[in-house]
């Protein structure tokens, strides 16, 4: 997937990617501070929002293949069964119940099959909406600081089920998270994003450990200064 020449307006915040690629089969990271375009760029590439110009080049990739989970998970006023087999039924897709329900016994969510999602604490809505994600089988997963409200042991599981599902299925994946430890764990390419637009792509040494891009060693420290405090707190992504 090819990024080229992308412009988008969202208030006072201008979005502008010259060209990107998102490699296909890679665990990629967007990093960079609250504003700087993470999530706009993401729900561009999801469809969710249109540029105002330049384009998105999926190759062969269809927007039906394509998933995206946010930090704060929208759910259907229905069970937590109906909520993670939707994507499946819109596809035509018979549902696996046993499948289901070993994903939900996996997580910690047994037993709530026919509670109204809703009605579930938000780390386990954060859980639905990830294994509504991917029940499917997608070949884009766009993963927007889901994680963060969950505890330890829910992210260890989610990524352990990232790697299995990348190495089983060679998918591609974008996760968006100010827990850089969780980015440097799990990415293979890393993108570093300031005021909408892109100013350094790499590996994770080349980025996380290696920079010489000012803007992403500054980024850096200020995100080792929050490690270190955990009283100051980051706030949601916007744009």
Known sequence: MRIIDLEKKVGDFQLHIEDLKIEEGQIHGFIGSNGSGKTTLAKIIMGILKPDQGKVDYGSMKMTEITMTSQRPYL???????????????????????????????????????????????????????????????????????????????????????????????????????RLSHIARMCTRVHFLEKGSVLQSGSVEEVLFHSQVSQVQQFLRGEALRAQDPTWEHGSENP
């Open 76 to 178: 259907l006023h229905d069970s937590v069964y109906e909520n993670i087999v939707y994507p499946l039924k819109i596809r035509k897709i018979r549902p696996d119940r046993q499948k289901i329900a070993d994903l939900l016994e996996d997580c910690g969510l047994s037993g709530k099959e026919m509670q109204p999602a809703r009605s579930l604490s938000s780390g386990e809505q954060q859980k639905v909406s990830m294994l509504r994600a991917l029940c499917f089988h997608p070949r884009l997963v766009m993963i927007d600081e889901t994680l963060s409200n969950l505890d330890p042991d829910s992210v260890d599981y989610f990524e352990q089920m990232i790697r299995r599902i990348h190495r089983e299925e060679k998918n591609t994946w974008i996760l968006i998270s100010h």
